[in-house]
């Protein structure tokens, strides 16, 4: 029994050294399922009632070793892009320069995570084009620069829309926040093109993990839950232009990517949990640290060394 206490301890503190900001995926990829289950456009529906940066400085990188999670960088200051201009709207009745200021902010943030992603795109896109697909293990990651359209788009637009209601209020005096429909047009102009963009990146990814998965289909991993993130946020995007459009194609679409977002959310659920389970070091292993035994070949050498000792007399193994 000391020895099963011993092992159950030593394998909790394995999962633990080993837990990486890979598992940040599964948060993430959770989080844009909620707003999709919030925004689902025929969520009232009675059948449906019952649901409730200094590694690229410090580092030598070869083309070959180039993959989609350059891109995670530049999704960090678009995401709070999208947050600041909802609060932009919230606290324009209380205070237009605060508002402005917040608008100015998060515009910044925005083109700034762009500007890192187009910057990254094109050497990607050399590298798959030179190189080939990536390896089975990181061929998941290549669902990634949907995430920046997706969340980018969702950004434009609600930039706009907050930009919009700051003029039809006439909050301010400035020249270029006197018409609103301008700023509407902008966001939706900007939104659409990542739409369009990210149409793209999903059809790309879909036919290379087609042809991966029909040659050697890779093992389980968490990496798998970075699919959920990028088609979530992309999901928002489309639902976004079909209450901007009105339009009942992107309202159709975005319930349809909603329903498959949620599937895969759930699947990855259920097999992550499976996989914890069964075999919970295939998953708390990072690639970031060095190759260590598990608790279980730990506990059999030190009973293995105690016996020698007992045998020989020696006081080291």
């Known amino acids: 029994m000391p020895n099963m206490a011993h092992t159950k301890r030593d394998a909790v503190m394995h999962s633990i050294k080993n837990f990486s900001p890979v598992w940040f995926a599964v948060i993430m990829g959770t989080g844009a399922v909620s707003m999709l289950l919030h925004n689902f456009p025929y969520g009232s529906q009675p059948i449906l009632r019952g649901f409730g940066i200094a590694a690229l400085i410090l580092n030598e990188h070869s083309m070959k070793a ?13 995401v709070p892009a999208t947050t600041g201009a909802l609060l932009a709207r919230a606290i324009l009745p209380f205070s237009a320069s605060h508002t402005v200021i917040t608008l100015f902010v998060s515009t910044v943030l925005l083109f700034l995570g762009l500007g890192i992603t187009f910057m990254i795109l094109p050497l990607y896109m050399l590298r798959l084009v030179t190189k080939g697909l990536p390896p089975n293990t990181m061929i998941i990651s290549m669902f990634l620069p949907v995430g920046p359209c997706g969340q980018g788009g969702l950004a434009f637009v609600k930039i706009g ?78 639902w976004q232009l079909s209450e901007t459009f009105g339009s009942v194609f992107f309202r159709v679409l975005s319930a349809i990517l909603s329903i498959v977002v949620f599937l895969l959310w759930a699947t990855l659920a259920v097999i992550t949990i499976h996989q914890i389970c069964r075999d919970h070091e295939s998953l708390f292993n990072s690639p970031y640290l060095p190759a260590s035994p598990c608790p279980e070949q730990e506990t059999a050498s030190s009973i293995l060394c105690e016996s020698n000792q007992a045998v020989s007399g020696e006081q080291k193994c």
């Not at 180039?66 to 678009?78: M, N």
């Not at 900007?190 to 029909?214: A, C, D, H, P, S």
């Open 66 to 78: 180039l993959t989609a999670v350059w891109l995670l960088p530049a999704v960090t200051p678009i």
């Open 161 to 238: 829309e907050a930009f919009a209601e700051l003029a039809r209020r006439g909050a301010s005096q400035n020249l270029l926040l006197t018409e609103s429909q301008p700023w509407v047009l902008t966001g939706v102009c900007g939104g659409f093109f990542l739409w369009t963009f990210g149409v793209w990146w999903i059809l790309l990814t879909i036919l290379g993990i087609y042809e991966t998965f029909k040659s050697q289909r890779p093992k389980f991993a968490v990496g798998f839950w970075g699919m959920v993130f990028p088609l979530g946020v992309y999901t928002s995007l489309t």
